[in-house]
Nanobody, 128 residues
Framework: QLQLVESGGGLVEPGGSLRLSCAASGSSFSDYAIAWFRQVPGLDRERVSCISTWSVYMEYVGSVKGRFTISRDNDKNLVYLQMNNLTREDTAIYYC?????????????????????WGQGTQVTVSS
């Protein structure tokens, strides 16, 4: 199974950019679809973006479309989330999660219980 560690979070001004990284170890990285979630205290964890094993499918929640870009480098066991034009509504703890890949309706999203590996999260704070 995969172990995941997020990094790259921090404090950024509105309109600024951050790049989050999700580093994987312990299993065959290219067998897993990876997703980014985020969570604000008191609210449910929200889907942000996902990417399939070979980057054929990439999805984004509507609020980040056009601003965030997900990518992966299977040779380096890394997934990135480039976040541009950040707003205060993007403030959250960001988590990456892994699900064993299988084809389903041309999407990279899986059911909650199929995400079998989670990182510990990285804090993103957008504030002036």
């Amino acid at each position: 199974q995969l172990q995941l560690v997020e990094s790259g979070g921090g404090l950024v001004e509105p309109g600024g950019s951050l790049r989050l990284s999700c580093a994987a170890s312990g299993s065959s990285f290219s067998d897993y679809a990876i997703a980014w979630f985020r969570q604000v205290p008191g609210l449910d964890r929200e889907r942000v973006s996902c990417i399939s094993t070979w980057s054929v499918y990439m999805e984004y929640v509507g609020s980040v479309k056009g601003r965030f870009t997900i990518s992966r480098d299977n040779d380096k066991n890394l997934v990135y989330l480039q976040m541009n034009n950040l707003t205060r509504e993007d403030t959250a703890i960001y988590y990456c999660a892994a699900a064993r890949w299988y084809w389903r309706d041309a999407t990279c999203w899986f059911d909650w219980n199929e995400y079998i590996s989670w990182g510990q999260g990285t804090q993103v704070t957008v504030s002036s």
